[in-house]
T-cell receptor, first 114, second 113 residues
Framework: DGGITQSPKYLFRKEGQNVTLSCEQNLNHDAMYWYRQDPGQGLRLIYY???????QKGDIAEGYSVSREKKESFPLTVTSAQKNPTAFYLCASRSIAGGKNIQYFGAGTRLSVL | GQSLEQPSEVTAVEGAIVQINCTYQTSGFYGLSWYQQHDGGAPTFLSY????GLEETGRFSSFLSRSDSYGYLLLQELQMKDSASYFC??????????????FGQGTTLQVKP
């Protein structure tokens, strides 16, 4: 089955530690996105990538980094510079089939600080 | 600034019809989408309007008025499983084609028996 796979489902970060969230897709989509969702809030864009080896900052990129070495993979690193990392992180990829701009989401990673 | 406004909560009974409104103020507009998210789950796409008018998909319909910067999601024959959060989202870039979406804060729909 095609889809977006995020891992791990739950992640705990210690003070001063960098952690990496995995996102893999087998939908053959070019564009991929990372969002942060805080309780009771909408989704805010962290980074996005339209093609391999290219990515752009979103609205809240500070304290995060990404890479896009393969079409299928778009990992997100939450660095120690991100002082408030506790949130639900969602990865998505985009389809433009039929002229519609549809994003498909993974099940998310819930990050907490120890 | 850019903003999308939608009600924070809506309550309705099973079998009823409910409308969730969304007004937007963005630098560009290339379409309004609606997503459903069950508690702790992944958002899933419901509908998309690029032009004015009504789009119908089963029990769900979505409407757009670009002149009013307004849209709504209409849910008919409500079922308990429709209890979820609903987000409107605007695609604001055209020529750049990044596909970036700006999301509203979400409307929590509670369906009661």
């Amino acid at each position: 089955d095609g889809g977006i796979t995020q891992s791990p489902k739950y992640l705990f970060r210690k003070e001063g530690q960098n952690v990496t969230l995995s996102c893999e897709q087998n939908l053959n989509h070019d564009a991929m996105y990372w969002y942060r969702q805080d309780p009771g809030q909408g989704l805010r864009l962290i980074y996005y990538s339209q093609i391999v080896n290219d990515f752009q900052k979103g609205d809240i990129a500070e304290g995060y980094s990404v890479s896009r070495e393969k079409k299928e993979s778009f990992p997100l690193t939450v660095t120690s510079a991100q002082k408030n990392p506790t949130a639900f992180y969602l990865c998505a990829s985009r389809s433009i089939a039929g002229g519609k701009n549809i994003q498909y989401f993974g099940a998310g990673t819930r990050l907490s600080v120890l | 600034g850019q903003s999308l406004e939608q009600p924070s909560e809506v309550t309705a009974v099973e079998g009823a019809i409910v409308q969730i409104n969304c007004t937007y103020q963005t630098s560009g507009f290339y379409g309004l989408s609606w997503y459903q998210q069950h508690d702790g789950g992944a958002p899933t796409f419901l509908s998309y309007n690029a032009l004015d008018g009504l789009e119908e998909t089963g029990r769900f319909s979505s409407f757009l008025s670009r002149s009013d910067s307004y849209g709504y999601l209409l849910l008919q024959e409500l079922q308990m499983k429709d209890s979820a959060s609903y987000f409107c989202a605007v695609r604001e870039d055209g020529s750049g084609n990044t596909g970036k979406l700006i999301f509203g804060q979400g409307t929590t729909l509670q369906v009661k028996p």
